[in-house]
């Protein structure tokens, strides 16, 4: 059996997370060893006391299962603790160990499995793949951070919260909390000195590991990372969360000031935008997202941006999302860019529901064209995005990399345009629209015809 040992970059960070601290956030590029680290860590916690427990959640459940359960934590454990029993139970989806010991994996997209997890009391909470849940989520779990328990020492277990990711924007709540030192919700600072300036939040730590501090990575990786559009070579190689693009059609600070906790109840009408690619399946790496964005439009004419349910699957994957979130904000319209698929995409959303009758729309001009009016709707203050803003990070590091020139990147922004399709529907395609000459502001935040 091979020797187990720590990269010397995990070395560094791991003597991070034995700090006085409970909050230990690791971002940076792919296959860096952040979960691996994490797991580690976890083990030795679980290990060390008894009857212990410990969680490890994801947005997806079957993708914790898939990449954190069968593979990254029994292989850690196999190697670092070869001596040490565990078995997993696959009914409930638990490691459990000798000491009676358990760590719990989780899904955030199942209610049965959040109520157990709210149900129950944790001595460390590890949020993986934190990009893709929201600060609601997150601060939810921070509740069950609670579990008093003692070590073989006799002593208690510090409780720990672990998170990690490959950065998206600065609009997520991660970088918010952890390194502007602001509350993500209403952008305050978290800790403040005499004379009111922000100060590094308390009880937090940050580190950062890429995929360049793991000598086990072949370098034909590293070179596939290094030829990727800048985005992505930003987020996966560097580890970076992403700025807008020079000129940009929209702005960060835009978003920051058009979040709405729910829209109001008088929308007029509901879009669902959909920007289809040729996905396989969640597994086809070469494939584009689905782009599935849900808006809507008040009698005032202020657009509500009410859900991002892009995703990667199959033909008969994605229509089914798409037609659970047509249901679910109970929309008027399914707007489908035609370009790919052609009269598949028709087939593939009937074949769910045959109620549905898409309209098919063609791209006959440049990307950047058709966003331009719809970032001069936010530019008036006449968007707002409702929910937890973490939940449209994806989306709006797109919306960012949309310039006058064209869009800033060679993969496809699906998320940015099915936005735009989905607004360009209830806003331009009618002819209903006020030139933004004549609009006059109201209530003191926004305009209207």
């Known amino acids: ?85 565990c078995r997993f139970d696959k009914v409930t989806s638990i490691f459990e160990f000798a000491n009676s010991s358990e760590v719990w994996l989780a899904g955030l997209d199942d209610k049965d499995r959040v109520d157990k997890v709210l149900g129950t009391e944790f001595a460390t909470i590890f949020v993986n793949e934190a990009s893709q849940v929201s600060y609601h989520a997150v601060t939810t779990l921070r509740t069950r951070l609670a579990q008093n328990v003692k070590d073989v ?73 290094r030829s990727m559009p800048l985005s992505k070579r930003m987020r996966f190689l560097e580890g970076r969360y992403l700025e807008e693009a020079p000129n940009s059609l929209w702005k960060v600070a835009q978003f920051d000031s058009c979040r709405m906790a729910r829209p109001p109840d008088n929308l007029q009408r509901i879009a669902v935008g959909i920007d289809p690619s040729g996905a396989r399946g969640a597994d086809d790496d070469k494939a584009d997202d689905i782009g599935i964005v849900v808006v809507g439009r008040d009698p005032d004419g202020v657009g509500y941006v009410l859900g991002d349910y892009t995703m990667k699957g199959s033909p008969e994957q994605w229509a089914k999302e798409a037609v659970r979130a047509f249901r679910k904000h109970q929309a008027d319209v399914m707007v489908c860019e035609r370009n790919y698929g052609g009269d598949m995409v028709r087939t593939v959303i009937q074949a769910v529901d045959k109620s549905i009758e898409p309209k098919m729309v063609t791209a006959s001009r440049g990307k950047h064209v058709r966003a331009e009016p719809v970032a001069a709707l936010y530019e008036s203050c006449r968007v707002f ?25 060679t993969e496809s922004p699906n998320r940015a345009d099915a936005l735009v399709w989905a607004f360009h529907e209830l806003f331009f395609e009618a002819g209903e629209i006020t030139p933004f000459a004549t609009l006059q502001p109201i209530m003191g935040f926004g305009y209207s015809r």
């Open 1 to 85: 059996m091979p020797e187990f040992s720590l990269t010397e970059k995990q070395s560094q960070v791991a003597q991070t997370l034995i700090g006085p601290e409970t909050h230990h956030l690791i971002y940076g590029g792919s296959r860096s060893g952040k979960t691996a680290l994490i797991c580690y860590a976890i083990q030795a916690r679980a290990i060390k006391a008894p009857k212990s427990r410990h969680l490890i959640a994801r947005h997806h459940f079957n993708h914790v299962k898939a990449s954190v359960g069968r593979d990254t934590f029994p292989k850690i454990l196999e190697l670092a603790y070869p001596d040490v029993e």
């Open 153 to 225: 020492s006799g002593r208690m277990l510090p409780l720990r919260a672990y998170y990690d990711l490959n950065p998206t924007s600065r609009g997520h709540w991660t970088y918010k909390e952890f390194i502007e030192g602001v509350d993500p919700s209403s952008g305050k600072p978290m800790r403040v000195d005499e004379q009111g300036r922000a100060l590094p939040p308390f009880d937090r730590t940050v580190s950062i590991m890429n995929p360049g501090d793991n000598p086990h990575l072949p370098a034909i990786y590293i070179e596939e990372l």
């Open 385 to 409: 995005h409702c929910g937890e803003g973490s939940q449209y990070a994806n989306l709006e590091s797109e919306l960012v990399r949309f310039t006058p020139n064209g869009f800033s990147g």
